[in-house]
């Protein structure tokens, strides 16, 4: 019990170091779509909400359950959803810059 | 361990590796969007998986099976639209909604684990977690939802100070700390846990609400860091691996996102969080220093002036973003392009309404990628320009934030002043969000255009056509 709680933290404390590499290398003009990009991937918590249904036996259970599953998967389909017509506008614009210049 | 769950825990270990890779292919425009399509990817895998798991353990009742299909179905429907028709401008308001959903979710998750399971009987191991999911998931949800309120105009944008906010937001830590190691310590079971969590919803409220709007950005970004952590913390409580991993990428993501945009913007996170930044002290310095006179310009001249440059660096600010208005700049730009005019646009890092979101709103008018120019890119550019046109931005030009002893000091600006001249367009001569006089505005060389930015720019653009063929 005590090692399982030992590998999470590492596991934790590891994960935030690659975050603050990772994202500090981000210039300023994809922030808005970094955060809009990171707040898709907070959206795993639907993985927690499925794994919480497992378990639940009560109606009030049944109640938290559902509200939580239409929070998780209204977080994870429009963030990944509003990310990409985000990103979608600096390919396009890309593209058309490649075709100008040839 | 099962092959199976062994399987399943290299599965996951596979979807949390996307997520990473996908936020580092966000570092460049090019492969930002392989990027969170490829963390999309793991995440539908990772959903996937764990059907496959709720199948193979079999535990799940069949009105579990019902009810989470059919708020799956429900949320994700809802999501998909909003995310789908939602203008570019109304963007950062959803982008805080989605954030406040997934912090009311993490929080839900450790409430479900307690009606199921009593905290009383819990080892520690699992009542903290479970008291920092509840705070920090509620916190981040009503806080979230008063930001996107405030973004959309549906809450007033400018510092609300509730008298008495400040007596009530100790009291509501008090009952949220005090409550939290009782139930920690295992005393008060769900009931307790409860009580907590509403503390947290109110505090998250007051903590909110005297914010201004222009530090909105900041607030969602942190807000943002705080979601990742509640579903680290509901990662912990479920001993599920992908939500601790996930949850701490975001968030350290939100955190130096938010160390940025404080930094870009001359604050400390923690004047913003305390609230009402200089709210009296602002108030005061901008009635006292009206000195320096102002020249005023017309929309004929203005458009004369732009029509006969050779260089023309454009500075949107928070106001053009506010007044939705980068079609009718970007028009006024492609007419004087077509004239001959070297037009760029010079962007500061918080510019618009969330940092880079200025960008996003040029590239969705179709703005060419290379004349989108950051501060550094710029800033050496202004002494060969011959107009700056300055549409909303205010701080972020004055060049009192050179000298210290003053608001803005040491604040990165864009070194407007050094142009050869400058054209500000601005509905009036109230002060920015830092509450002093812009000393730009008072330059002999810089010519003020009272206006709407839509309608200002329409109007130059109509009368820019007398002076181009």
Known sequence: MTYELLVALTVFILALLV???????????????LMSGANAIHGVVVVG??????TTRSTIGYVVVFVAAVFAAMNVVGGYVVTDRMLEMFKARRVSDGKDES | MSGFDFTVALVYLAAAVTFVLGLHLMNSPASARRGNQLSAAGMTVAILLTVVVLVEDGVITGTGVAVLTAGLVVGGVAGLISAQRVQMTAMPQLVSLFNAVGG??????AVGEAIEESLELAPVRHTVPTVL?????????????????????????????????RALSVLLTLVMVAGGVGVSAGAGGLGLLLVVGAAALGLGVLMTLPIGGADMPVVISLLNAFTGTAVAMAGFVLDSTPLVVAGALVGAAGTI???????????SIGSIMM?????????????????????ETSIDDAALQLAYAGSVVVVPGYGLAAAQAQHELVELCQALERNGVAVSYGIHPVAGRMPGHMNVLLAEANVPYPQLKDLEEINPEFPRTDV???????????????????????MPILDVDHARSVIVIKRSMASGYAGIDNELYTDPKTAMLFADAKAGLKQLHTALQAYVR
């Open chain 1, 19 to 33: 975050g603050f590499e990772v994202i500090s290398k981000v210039p300023a003009t994809l922030h808005t779509p």
């Open chain 1, 49 to 54: 909400v499925m794994i919480l249904a497992a």
């Open chain 2, 104 to 109: 009311g979710a993490a929080a839900l998750i």
């Open chain 2, 133 to 165: 999911d509840v705070v920090i998931g509620a916190v981040t949800l009503s806080g979230s939802i008063v930001a996107a309120g405030k973004l959309a105009g549906k809450v007033s944008g400018s510092p609300i100070l509730i008298p008495g906010g």
């Open chain 2, 257 to 267: 996102l938010t160390k940025l945009m404080a930094d870009a913007m001359n604050r």
């Open chain 2, 275 to 295: 609230g009402g930044f200089g709210v009296g002290e602002a108030a005061a310095s901008a009635a006292a220093g009206a000195g320096g006179s102002v020249r």
């Open chain 2, 388 to 410: 700056v046109l300055v549409v909303g931005a205010n701080d972020v030009t004055n060049p009192a934030a050179r000298r210290p002893g003053n608001p803005v000091s040491g």
